[in-house]
């Protein structure tokens, strides 16, 4: 007899700085290990698995993330104390924001979704020690306003093959970008962050490999003179093969929202 299978989806958030990303990696503290560790603890011997809607890299934190958990045989008995009690034995980098029930068409991976990135960073001077975990800081002089102009020019459906770490033959490049921008930082502030900090917004169903961390790279080494607004527009061309190198560091990006259709 085939058992009854529960299905539930959980909103968390965590402070990425000294994890290893979301996916669990032998011998190294990682989001998905350590939130499976408290589970095996909470459920006791109860049949569980987990599936993440996003699997952020080292360093990268979320502010509203989300993975399905399935139980079989028995559902939970009370959502609410669940959530209390799975929160109480968390590591204090990771907090569980809600749970709700979900049936068994809901797939976390497939279900369409829009997810929302933010990339903090400050330049010119070096930041306060305690920013690290939240903020990247570059010592070159930026020109913002072009860095402005020009992360306006990933909006839109392009074809993101300079900006994928390591794709496959399997790698659907091209993707959709529905908002990105650079603008004042006022969304994620604190007494030690400089006086100017600034982010990069940037929307869409779903990203490629390292494609953020590369946008920001591009978008700053274009803020340095390195490259101009023409080398972007080129590179987003499927038929050119123009590979951006620089990747934006981790500790910048923070996946700030993932909203289900």
Known sequence: ????????????????YRLHGWQIQPGLKTVEGLVKKTLKFVLKETKFKILGASRTDAMVSAHQAAFELFIDHDPLENMADFLVLFNANLPQDIRALSIKEVDAKFNIIQNPKQKEYLYLFAFGRKSHPFAAPLLATFLDHLDIDLMMEGAKLFDGTHNFRNYCTRPTEHT?????????????????????????TFLLRIQGPGFLR?????IMGTLVMLGRGDLSLEDIQKSLQADVDMPMSYIAPGSGLILNSVDFS
Do not use: D
């Open 1 to 16: 007899m085939k058992s009854q299978r529960y299905y539930y989806l959980l909103e968390i958030q965590y402070l990425g």
């Open 172 to 196: 659907i490049l091209e993707r959709e970008v529905s908002f990105c921008r650079i603008e004042p930082n006022s969304e994620i502030t604190a007494s030690f962050f400089p006086e100017k």
């Open 210 to 214: 390292n494609q953020i961390r590369l």
